[in-house]
């Protein structure tokens, strides 16, 4: 699957998640307010819609995180080269210094 798929079906799945997300809590709260506590339907189905929409929300989540991952990583690299590469300098000088030092 191409990352421009990946994208869009994650993007759906996170909006579908949402929306299984608010009917689920309206049937909660809902069930809540009610007075008649012989129903009890109405509050394993927002349970159940809860669950639903939370896994929608962490599938369609990673599947955006994945298609995004190599632009991530490959900006990190390109901007966090410069200063390790600097880093990396400083600290071969120091342990050469150091070295010189206790050689003497």
Do not use: D, H
């Amino acid at each position: 699957m191409n990352k421009k798929a990946l994208r869009i079906i994650g993007f759906l799945l996170i909006l579908i998640g949402i929306i299984f997300l608010i009917i689920g809590f309206n049937g909660i709260f809902a069930f809540a307010s009610s007075l008649s506590f012989g129903a009890f339907g109405g509050a394993s189905r927002g349970i159940l819609q809860l669950f639903i929409g939370g896994g929608c929300i962490l599938v369609g989540a990673f599947m955006v995180y994945a298609s995004y991952i190599g632009k991530i990583f490959s900006y990190a690299t390109k901007e966090g080269s410069p200063g390790i590469e600097r880093v990396s300098r400083a600290v071969g000088k120091g342990f050469s210094k150091g070295y010189n030092k206790k050689k003497k």
